[in-house]
């Protein structure tokens, strides 16, 4: 399986940006797909999760009513919609797969390669 991450960018505070994310190698309607990021000097967090048949969604509070997860099973892609993005946003943000669990404390099987999002004041 291979996660390919992209849609990140520069941005100012308020505005919005979609991230996408790819999964190549394997049947994408099999997988729970997940959202994380990380700050410098920070540990990883979780952001969002979207269970395999699209039904089931969690946000991190932070992130909640900002951000939507949403899967197209067309294009095998995964997206996170971003809106009114603050500087505290700003973090490599990296997509991540797996069959078994969706459980934003889980250990995903698969991981995508980041992609930087920067929001300035």
């Known amino acids: 399986v291979q996660l390919q991450a992209s849609g990140g960018g520069l941005v100012q505070a308020g505005d919005s940006l979609r991230l996408s994310c790819s999964l190549v190698g394997r049947t994408f309607s099999w997988y729970h797909m997940g959202w994380f990021r990380q700050a410098p000097g920070k540990e990883r967090e979780f952001v969002a999760t979207?269970?395999?048949?699209?039904?089931?969604?969690v946000y991190a509070d932070s992130v909640k009513g900002r951000f939507t997860v949403s899967k197209d099973y067309a294009v095998n892609t995964v997206y996170l919609q971003m809106n009114n993005l603050r500087p505290d946003d700003t973090a490599v943000y990296y997509c991540?797969?797996?069959?078994?669990?969706?459980?934003?404390?889980?250990?995903?099987?698969?991981w995508g390669q980041g992609t930087q999002v920067t929001v300035s004041s």
């Open positions: 979207i269970t395999w048949n699209g039904r089931n969604t």
């Open positions: 991540a797969a797996d069959r078994d669990c969706w459980d934003p404390e889980c250990a995903y099987d698969y």
